[in-house]
């Protein structure tokens, strides 16, 4: 069972540290604790979104072992957030927010290698891993980033989302 939980688990624990550091500037057990129990959707999303979008992944001989190498795809994006948190952590919000227009791009096109790079991963584990051909990893791979990330935005932006909808209804 350890197998399953622990990169999973790692994924939440470095969201909610991102959150604490972004935060407050430091690490606190006050903020990163909930925080960490409020991000385990991510890695509950991406682990349903996977099982869902591959065949493949259903009929793996050990479903602890898939979703350990699957979460080995997400160390891209912990990097990018550990980053990330530093720079919003230990840079005063009026330089951080004070960059120039350019500047912030550097942000955008980490993002974008991030996710190139991530999903290549995320590729080749299909491919390797769970032995699909080409196209068949190109499918599974769209289909599980789509369902994780539509069902993660609805999760996270559903609130605000209902809240802005409600008042543009002036309900």
């Known amino acids: 069972m350890w197998t399953a939980l622990r990169r999973p688990l790692l994924v939440a624990v470095i969201f909610g ?20 129990l409020y991000w385990t959707f991510v890695p ?12 493949a992944a259903r009929r ?11 979460f080995m795809g997400h160390e891209p994006w912990l990097f990018w957030v550990v980053a990330f ?5 230990f840079l005063p ?6 960059w120039p227009p350019s500047g912030i791009r550097v942000w955008y096109i980490a993002a974008g290698l991030t996710a190139a790079w991530s999903a290549y991963l995320d590729f080749c584990f ?9 196209w068949q990893a190109g499918r599974d791979l769209l289909l599980q980033r789509s369902l994780a990330w539509s069902a993660g935005l609805a999760i996270f932006l559903g609130s ?11 309900l």
């Not at 948190?85 to 952590?89: C, D, E, F, G, I």
Request: net charge positive; proline share 3%; glycine share 4%.
């Open 60 to 70: 793996s001989g050990s479903w602890p072992r898939t979703i350990d190498l699957f």
């Open 93 to 98: 919000a009026v330089a951080a927010f004070s």
């Open 17 to 36: 540290c991102a959150v604490s550091l972004m935060d407050a500037g430091r690490l606190t057990l006050r903020l990163a604790l909930p925080a960490t």
């Open 160 to 170: 605000s989302g209902m809240q802005v909808i409600a008042t543009r209804l002036r």
């Open 126 to 134: 299909f491919r390797d891993v769970l032995q699909c051909t080409r």
């Open 85 to 89: 948190s530093v720079y919003w952590a």
């Open 44 to 55: 509950l999303v991406e682990t349903l979104a996977l099982f869902t979008a591959s065949r």
